[in-house]
């Protein structure tokens, strides 16, 4: 099973994913933990590139967390999947949709089927969108990358692309209210996850 996790900027993601992990493996499930960008050899250097401080032309950008997937999917995930491990993924394709297209403007068609080509069609089973007002999760950042240092206005625009994106295929989506404590939007997903675990 294929779950990422989504949402703006300190929402909680890594918290969630790292309590997550501890309890499917308390619960005799093999797990996968990984992210987008930055995982591998290759994915931390792209990383590094996107995330510095710096002027980078949209598309430039684009390509780049494109690159990164295409990597991520082949060398990590698909392998992850084949052997029956549960990957959970901070941030996925989807990141992209709502980063490149509904905040720097690039074209939403164009970035499906970019989507499309880099995971070679793998999409995930579950997404999990963490909801959250955009002010308090950068107040919640104390290191602030170039991303991060975008307008509130780009921030605002990621949230309501998260959540219109959940609006056009609900069954893959669960949005979670992340300005809750971390123990409560755990008991959330947890619930979410174990009615699709055990059906
Ligand atoms: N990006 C993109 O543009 N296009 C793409 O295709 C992809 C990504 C894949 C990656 O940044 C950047 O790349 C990201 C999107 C863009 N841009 N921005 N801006 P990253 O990987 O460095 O970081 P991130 O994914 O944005 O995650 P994050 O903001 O660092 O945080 P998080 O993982 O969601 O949250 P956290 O680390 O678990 O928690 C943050 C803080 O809040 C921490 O102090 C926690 O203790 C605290 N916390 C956590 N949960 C709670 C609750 N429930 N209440 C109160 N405090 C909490």
């Known amino acids: 099973m294929f779950i990422?996790?989504?949402?703006?900027?300190?929402?909680?993601?890594?918290?969630?994913?790292?309590?997550?992990?501890?309890?499917?493996?308390?619960?005799?499930?093999?797990v996968l933990t990984t992210r987008e960008p930055g995982a591998g050899e290759l994915g931390r250097s792209i990383r590094?590139?996107?995330?510095e401080d710096g002027e980078m032309p949209a598309l430039s950008e684009l390509f780049l967390f494109l690159a990164d997937r295409a990597n991520h999917v082949e060398t990590i995930i698909r392998p992850a999947l084949a052997e029956g491990k549960i990957v959970l993924c901070d941030r996925h394709a989807d990141s992209t949709i709502v980063y490149q297209g509904y905040a720097r403007g690039l074209d939403l068609n164009f970035l499906r089927e970019a989507n499309l080509q880099a995971t070679q069609n793998l999409r995930p089973d579950l997404i999990i969108l963490l909801d959250l007002d955009p002010e308090v999760g950068l107040g919640r950042q104390t290191n602030?990358?170039?991303?991060?240092?975008?307008?509130?206005?780009?921030?605002?625009?990621?949230?309501?692309?998260?959540?219109?994106?959940?609006l056009r295929e609900p069954a893959?989506?669960?949005?979670?209210?992340?300005?809750?404590?971390?123990?409560?939007?755990?008991?959330d997903v947890w619930a979410a996850l174990k009615s699709r675990l055990i059906p």
Do not use: C, M
């Not at 590094?48 to 995330?51: A, N, P, V």
């Open 172 to 187: 893959r989506w669960q949005k979670i209210n992340a300005a809750q404590s971390p123990e409560e939007v755990f008991q």
């Open 144 to 166: 602030k990358d170039r991303l991060d240092k975008e307008s509130l206005e780009f921030h605002q625009k990621v949230r309501n692309g998260f959540l219109s994106e959940s």
């Open 48 to 51: 590094k590139l996107l995330l």
């Open 4 to 30: 990422s996790f989504e949402g703006p900027e300190g929402a909680g993601k890594s918290t969630l994913i790292s309590r997550l992990k501890s309890e499917l493996e308390a619960n005799n499930y093999p």
